[in-house]
């Protein structure tokens, strides 16, 4: 089986790192096309994979088909690549906004089509993709797709109307948690915490914070509660984000992300 991507991008090295980490597939199972030579030739560097002259060739070459281009470039790359696809080649769409009759009018075709997205914690294997399957993907070969995806995090099997929703709370959210190790940590520097620990001890706090919500199934509030102490350091923090309007601003940042991925 070939795996391509058209694209090789943050999002597409990350779903790579994530497959050959977990030995799903071999660099040489893997081909991919670029749209500048030194991207080309830094993903043949950094993971052995094969690199094709163009996007027909890599579309012509694969079994499963990643679409790794920012949406704007869709009409351009699969008008390259529609009349080189096979007809048994699962195309799988990683752009926000495109849905999947976007997709296949672009083809002109019907088409086996995934749509998906994944997040760049794959680069670490802890991305949260969600995949939305088309009318015309078997069994085996979604099942093929998601041992793929699940090869760097987890995957869910959403429809398609929760997918702009999925932008907001999954696809795009990892900036928003960096944004906020990044205040932490500033914080910490204020109060004369070195920076390379103050990231370090906000970085391990929010894992730790995540796991505990993962692993105990505790409501958030829940586990909230149990550091909050009568009259103690945590719940004076907790008033002055509630007062700054913390939940509020996530939001409404989270409203504006999906509204954006509608509009793409």
């Known amino acids: 089986m070939t795996i391509g991507f058209i694209g090789l991008g943050n999002m597409a090295r990350a779903m790579i790192g994530g497959m050959l980490k977990k030995n799903i597939v071999s660099p040489d199972e893997i081909c991919g096309s670029a749209k500048t030579q030194a991207t080309l030739e830094r993903c043949k560097k950094e993971f052995g994979i094969r690199t094709m002259a163009d996007n027909a060739s890599t579309a012509a070459a694969s079994d499963i088909l990643f679409l790794a281009v920012k949406p704007v470039f ?8 529609k009349d080189s696809l096979k007809e048994n080649t699962v195309v799988v769409s990683i752009a926000a906004g495109k849905t999947m009759a976007d997709i296949e009018g672009l083809f002109g075709r019907r088409i086996k ?4 997205m994944p997040n760049t914690p794959a680069m670490v294997l802890e991305g949260c993709t969600a995949a939305v399957r088309g009318d015309a993907v078997s069994d085996e070969e979604m099942e093929q797709v998601k041992r793929l995806l699940a090869s760097f995090g987890t995957i869910n099997e959403v429809p398609e109307h929760m997918m702009d929703a999925v932008v907001g709370v ?21 109060a004369g915490i070195p ?8 970085a391990q706090s929010v894992l730790g914070s995540a796991k505990m ?9 829940e586990l909230k509660d149990m550091v909050c102490s ?3 350091t945590t719940i004076e923090a907790v008033k002055v984000l509630e007062e700054s309007g913390l939940r509020a601003a996530v939001i ?6 999906i509204e954006k991925s509608r509009n793409l």
Not at 195 to 202: L, W
């Open 170 to 190: 999954s696809g795009s959210s990892p900036a928003y948690v960096f944004l906020f190790i990044e205040a932490m940590a500033d914080g910490a520097v204020l």
């Open 113 to 116: 089509l995934i749509r998906c």
């Open 213 to 221: 919500v993962l692993e105990t199934g505790l409501h958030p509030g």
């Open 74 to 81: 869709f009409p351009e790359v699969i008008g390259e690549i």
């Open 230 to 232: 009568p009259g103690g």
């Open 252 to 257: 409404n940042a989270m409203e504006a992300c």
């Open 195 to 202: 920076r390379k620990q103050a990231y370090e001890m906000a």
